[in-house]
């Protein structure tokens, strides 16, 4: 579509300004598609259907073929893995998986950290009890990890993946569970990148002046410019660098989000102050602080829930660890999620404390359009969704496709192919009507979030060990009656929080009166 057209259903708005907007939203595109004019020297990516070793070392996606499980490990961030041809196991130093692990981890779901914060109330104070939770969860998510370590080196056969290992613990029947899940878990964090997406843009368009634009139009524009041309290609390798913009977006954030708050730019005497709407701006001690038993707390859990989010990964990660002990990947997993907390900690702390009570799902929201350090983070942040927006659709297809297959049917091609324009379509439908994208990420959190962090590892945990008890491979001493005790504990911990934090959830976002 040219500019003009642009134009004509914006008759008030300068073509100056249009031509501007139109401007970014095509560079975003192409700075993710540009690559594909550039002859490629290495093999593309592909699905191997037999083997499940992860090549790309600088990858972050689970992969498996759909006559066993399709598993995808997702961050917001869209650094993902997929698999090749060469199916080599590359072992990695423990720097190195450090580093990608935070890199699969981090994703812009933090950026919806300070609103929860804020459900619990607009009092500073708020900010104690919602730290102790992430370093609680953060402590939980890193032994659930550790264990589905454990859980793959225990199988008899190995396993690479968390489909595998879910098979030999448990049982092969009840494998449609982890198809489900992935396939859940990628339609959630597939809504949240078109809602950001949206959010992200529109806010662009104010800042060249177009305030006619609204957020629907935004999401169908990226999605049938960017999104629904980059899904549809057959390979997505040349993508995989750009997904860095995600993570350097994010960092760039987080130094951007401090030197406001030490600026004083958004305090009531600040330059940008006078350029937001009420709604937006900074409100402290107006409610104060609610009880910290109150089911608002469970917000945060939920968003902090989904902040964590890893596990499917947690396989690859233990096969690929160079000297692969125990206690090695124990470092490794603690390190790493140490490291997310503290990511995540100060970009909710920095929010919060600018914003108090009135910030929003998506804490970039409460930046002015006018302020440019907020309008490079936003492009940045898109530049990164864009572009990792294939590797998640693809997880998403897949997983799809798998769950129709379990049902015994052989699907015809021609109806695989509708599949792209119907997830697409639901997805840009949800994200269009649902303009939070706080509580997308909360109540995928809950329900998602609870499963694979607590109820799932613990499971086949549970499993295993009753398995080798009765066979006598195993003896029941305390320290394994104790483990086992705590298992059980996080499974019911993991089901009440996940029921009561969807709820909550849905609460907080359409009823907040009756919280």
Known sequence: MSVSIYYNWFPHVKKRKVRIFVTLIILACQSCTLSFTIPQTK???YINHNKFQRHNRDSSFSYTS?????????????DMMLNENEATTSKQPMMKSIINLVKVVIGVGVLSLPGGVSSMGDSPLALFPAIGLMVFMKVLSAYSFVLIGRMCRD???????????????VGHDSSWIIALSTCILTFFFSTAYSIVLGDIFTSLAKSVGMTGVSRQLSILLVTLCAVNPLCGL????????????????????LVFMFTRLMSGAYAPTGVFHSTLPSALQPAFNILGMKNILSPSTLVIFSVAASSYCCHFSAPSFYNELKTNTMSRFTILSFTSLAIVMAISVSIMSF???????????NILNNYSPLDFGAILCRFLIATGLISGYPFLFKALKESFLDLLRLKGKKLPERLQTKVQPLLL?????????????????????????SAINYVFPSIMYLKSTTRRITDGTLIMKPKIRLERCLNKVLVGFGIFAGLAGAIVSILDSFFPHLL
Do not use: R, Y
């Open 351 to 361: 929010g919060f404390l600018t914003f108090g009570g009135n910030c929003g799902g």
């Open 234 to 253: 057959k390979s997505l390798s040349a993508l995989a660098p750009f997904s860095m913009a995600g993570i350097g977006g994010l960092l760039l954030t």
């Open 425 to 449: 379509s639901i997805i840009t439908a949800f994200a269009c009507t649902c303009n939070d994208v706080g509580f997308v990420v909360g109540l995928n959190g809950a329900i998602m979030g």
């Open 43 to 45: 093999k593309p990516f």
């Open 66 to 78: 759909s006559e066993t499980k399709i598993l995808a490990t997702v961050s917001l961030d869209g």
């Open 155 to 169: 199988c008899e056969n190995g396993a690479t993946t968390l489909s595998q290992a879910w098979e030999q613990q």
